[in-house]
């Protein structure tokens, strides 16, 4: 493979992992500081997603598996995971505030496990 094979298809993913990044680092700051969300609940519910997508996994690569359209198997996920990671960050930031706490930590908790399924599967 030449050089700039290599740095074309290393580039490809470099904004999908800006917003990862920026998501990480930022999203505990501004649940806690701004909607007033606790940080215990909040990193628990992250490592929880975690685990939770270990088990997606195994469901979207038989999905994946199954599908058969005439642009392949896995451009079509990877299509509209573009529009479900953004959809999914907008919402992760938009959390309603006249809802319950447990209410808001199901919001969180929800968009964010479908914020990292799309990233993920979008690749």
Not at 26 to 49: K, Q, Y
Not at 52 to 66: A, E, M, P, Q, R
Not at 71 to 98: E, S
Request: contains cysteine; hydrophobic residues 50%.
């Amino acid at each position: 493979m030449k050089w700039y094979n290599k740095i074309g298809y290393g580039s490809g993913d470099i904004a999908g992992n800006v917003i990862y990044a920026l998501l990480s680092a930022f999203v505990m700051i501004f649940l806690t500081d701004t909607v007033g969300m606790n940080a215990g609940i909040i990193g628990s519910l992250i490592a929880a997603s975690k685990l939770l997508d270990g088990v997606s996994d195994i469901f979207f690569g038989v999905l994946i598996d199954k599908t058969s359209t005439k642009m392949g198997k896995a451009r079509p996920w990877m299509f509209y995971g573009y529009f479900g990671c953004a959809i999914c960050l907008v919402a992760i930031f938009c959390i309603p505030a006249n809802i319950s706490a447990f209410a808001q930590y199901t919001w969180f908790f929800c968009c964010l496990h479908c914020f990292e399924c799309r990233l993920l599967y979008r690749k």
